[in-house]
Every structure is written in structure tokens, then in C-alpha cells.
């Protein structure tokens, strides 16, 4: 019997992996993995390593999550040694709850190596930390749109009214519609936003407004997936530590005049 490893290969920049994630991947027979991980880390795998891809997009899976139930099983079967490479953290809207049950039921031995999520990982890329003493000493991981397609499920209410940071993943869809919720049950019309695109990555861009503005805004600069939203009074430290957008323009200016 194999063994199986559920990878959080980190929000996109492929430094930001663990050194536990990395080597899982060296030693690998079988990697399975998502669209959003950063494909330079497949560098690192054994020659002879199955890749197979299991991405999935909007309206469209590469593999159905049944599917890549079955193949993480089989493989184990086989006395392989399998790799469930996933992006950011796997028990963070990462379906590596649905995974581990599965092996579990299966009497598949694995291991779950956690990886940085990408609403802390973007946010701290954007220069906003999504807690801090005087702004925030509460964080919400929030998805942006429910398996059922039940927006109403989310506890808008709860989240307006209790929590100082809401990080919404995969929310840019459903964006008016959330910020409507949040205003609708308390949250301040003023309240400072952002949305991070491509968190990480090179192709980062960072639009910032209002729980009232921010959905115009990120229409407006054609803001699409992969993107964080932060809500809160944190956002507002990032006027003063945006570092690495600034580290982006500055190596740009750098290869432009060399």
C-alpha cells in the first residue's frame, strides 16, 4: 500500500511552498494538481513522475472531485507514493477535508501538509496585515459563492456585525452582491476594501475602495479570478506598506533603463 501527501503548494510564488511541501514533491511516483498552483514547482518532481492535472475552472472541471477521489485511491493502491497538490492550504476551501475522508474510508494512509493560504499571503503582498492591534483582532475566511449556489447561506449578519477582517475567497462574481449583504446588516458603506489579483505573482494588481465603491472599482480595472477581497480597517495600513508592488515597479524601472 502507498502512501498519499495533500500538498498546499502556497498562494502562487513558488518560494512561498514549505520545505515539507517541496519534498513531498521530489519524491513522488504520482502528483495530482490543481490550476492555480504555480507549475515551476512540477520542475522539482522525479523524471519519471506521473503529473496529471485536475484543475478546475468556472463552469468547467478538469476532473470531477469523485473522480479524483478514485485516482489518489487507486494509485495508493498500487504502492505509489501520491502527491494531491493543491493551491494555497488544503483544508482552506481546498476540498482536502473531502480527500482525506475519502483515503481514510479506503484505509489509505496520508498525511496533510498545510500550505499559506492566500488570504494572508496575498493581503501581506498587498501591504495589508489582516490583523493588528489597533485595527483588527478578528479574520474571517469567507467563500464568495456556496456548493449549492446559496449565497443567503453565508451569515452576512454575523460577519457585518462581529468581525473586524473579512477575507472572501472567489468572491469577485458575486461582489456587489456581497458588498450589498454587508451594508445591508451593518457594515459601514465607508469601510476600507481591496481586491488583490494573481496574490503573489508577478501579474499582482491591488485595487482598493470602499465596501460602496470596490465593486465598480474592480469592474472597472477588469479584475478577474484568481483575486482576494479584504474588507476592513486594515486596508488602510496598505497607503503606507505596500511593498511589494513597489519592489514589481522598481525592477521593472531597473530592466527598462539597463
Known amino acids: 500500500m502507498g502512501k498519499v501527501y495533500l500538498v498546499g503548494a502556497g498562494p502562487g510564488d513558488p518560494e512561498l511552498i514549505t520545505v515539507k511541501g517541496l519534498k513531498c514533491i521530489q519524491q513522488a511516483d504520482v502528483i495530482l494538481y490543481d490550476r492555480l498552483i504555480n507549475e515551476e514547482l512540477l520542475s522539482y518532481a522525479k523524471p519519471d513522475a506521473e503529473l496529471i492535472f485536475c484543475g478546475k475552472l468556472p463552469g468547467y472541471h478538469a476532473m470531477q472531485q469523485e473522480t479524483i477521489n478514485y485516482a489518489l485511491v487507486w494509485h495508493a493502491k498500487k504502492g505509489k507514493t501520491v502527491v494531491r497538490l493543491k493551491g494555497g492550504d488544503p483544508f482552506v476551501f481546498g476540498r482536502g477535508g473531502e ?3 475519502a483515503l481514510a474510508k479506503h484505509g489509505i494512509e496520508f498525511e496533510i501538509v498545510p500550505g499559506i493560504t492566500s488570504a494572508i499571503a496575498a493581503a501581506a503582498y498587498a501591504g495589508i496585515p489582516v490583523t ?3 485595527f483588527s483582532s478578528s479574520v474571517a475566511f469567507v467563500t464568495g459563492h456556496r456548493r449549492d449556489g446559496s449565497r443567503d447561506e453565508i451569515k452576512w449578519e454575523s460577519l457585518a456585525k462581529g468581525i473586524d477582517t473579512i477575507a472572501i475567497y472567489m468572491g469577485i462574481h458575486n461582489l456587489p452582491y456581497i458588498c450589498g449583504q454587508l451594508m445591508k446588516y451593518g457594515k459601514a458603506p465607508e469601510t476600507p476594501a481591496a481586491v488583490i489579483e494573481w496574490g503573489t505573482t508577478t501579474a499582482q494588481r491591488t485595487v482598493t475602495g470602499t465596501l460602496a465603491t470596490i465593486a465598480a472599482a474592480a469592474a472597472k480595472e477588469n479584475i478577474q479570478n484568481p483575486s482576494m477581497v479584504i474588507i476592513g480597517d486594515v486596508v488602510r495600513l496598505r497607503a503606507n506598506i ?8 522598481s525592477s521593472a524601472a531597473a530592466g527598462a533603463t539597463s
Do not use: D, I, S, V
Open 132 to 134: 493588528h492591534r489597533e
Open 242 to 249: 505596500q511593498w511589494f508592488e513597489q519592489l514589481l515597479a
Open 99 to 101: 480527500e482525506a475522508e
